[in-house]
């Protein structure tokens, strides 16, 4: 049910299934600290290469937030798909933890190749080293097992060389910079694809990100027990029978029916060729997650999309599968 038929329900006093759920209260999370004004980031790639145009987009728009651009040793280093081998991107990411002149390390893309680096990463160092640690898509993998293992607070949002649009921008601020304070993240102006797959309100710890490196650490250590956590998920480019296929892992895998609430982005060009035997995208998110009788909405600003928010992997949020917000409380 969309949002407008959601209202006019209500206004005539029809009977809806309607969810609030809440999870415990979480631990303490580790904060790492806000930046200012002439702090230096450092720029590193743990995943795929960066082409010269987007690392000189990376530059600009971290420079103009008033910050100093440090790159990792082998942010040009290339081994095929990979931006130089597991070894080195590992060293960068470490190397930026351990230099106390850098006060956050920032991913310049994703792409493919932060899984690799897991079973290797340093998180005694990241725990005696806290700092800001942002990016999304591939990045996923780095977000929640680095949260997961140290209590660190991670950031979902734009890697250096995204789009920093005037809404990307605002929350990204509102996240990271001294001086800024966590908002209400509400829907941009103009977004129209947003629906209701049950109806409620959560909150709880957050976790998440893209839903093919999701799937992928099925079975590792890179995610908690996801009881009483509010999930959020993003992917692109994949047909709706492969949202299908990982969706049922997760389901399988993770219980997703304990979960406080699950706010689902917008999936990128994910929907069926024309002619394809498929149900639609809206229909498979329906028929995997409108079950489980926790809030579910699609068509929150998390994804591969320009107008982005900035989310903090394991801070605690408040979710509205009613109104489309989402009110982190770190």
């Known amino acids: 049910m969309d949002r407008r038929r959601f209202t006019a329900a209500l206004a005539t006093g029809l009977a809806l299934p309607f969810t609030t759920s809440a999870a415990p209260a979480p631990r303490r999370p580790l904060l790492p600290a806000r930046l200012k004004r002439g702090d230096t980031v450092g720029l590193i790639t743990p995943a795929s290469f960066i082409d010269d145009d987007s690392l000189q987009r990376a530059y600009q728009q971290i420079e103009g937030l008033g ?98 649009t005037p809404y990307t921008e605002r929350h990204m601020r509102n996240a990271l910079l001294e001086g800024e304070a966590w908002q209400r993240i509400e829907l941009p102006d103009g977004a129209t694809e947003q629906y209701i797959i049950h109806p409620g309100i959560a909150t709880g710890s957050l976790w998440g990100g893209n839903l093919s490196l999701l799937a992928a650490m099925v079975g590792t250590k890179a995610v908690p027990d996801l009881e009483g956590k509010v999930l959020f998920i993003e992917e692109v480019g994949e047909k709706p029978y492969r949202v299908d296929r990982m969706l049922t892992q997760l389901r399988q895998a993770w219980q997703l029916q304990r979960c406080a609430g699950i706010m689902l982005g917008l999936f990128h060009d994910c929907e069926a060729d024309a002619g394809d035997r498929s149900l639609t995208l809206r229909e498979t998110l329906t028929d995997r997650l409108g079950d489980l009788g926790i809030p579910v909405a699609y068509g929150l600003p998390i994804g591969h999309i320009k107008d982005m928010c900035t989310l903090p992997v394991g801070g605690t949020v408040r979710f509205s599968a009613l109104d489309f917000y989402i009110e982190p409380s770190v």
């Not at 994703?110 to 990241?126: E, F, M, Q, V």
């Not at 080293?129 to 929640?144: C, E, F």
Request: contains cysteine; proline residues 4%; charged residues 20%.
């Open 67 to 164: 910050l100093t651009v440090k790159p990792g040793r082998y942010l040009r280093s290339e081994h095929g798909f990979l931006a130089g081998s597991d070894r080195e991107r590992l060293d960068d990411l470490h190397a930026m933890f351990a230099d106390r002149d850098v006060k956050a390390v920032w991913c310049a893309r994703g792409g493919y190749g932060s899984a690799r680096l897991l079973p290797a990463l340093n998180y005694d160092l990241i725990r005696r080293n806290p700092k800001i640690l942002i990016g999304y898509s591939d990045i996923t993998a780095l977000l929640n097992a680095i949260t997961n293992q140290t209590g660190l607070v991670t950031y979902h949002g734009p890697v250096g060389s995204s789009e920093f």
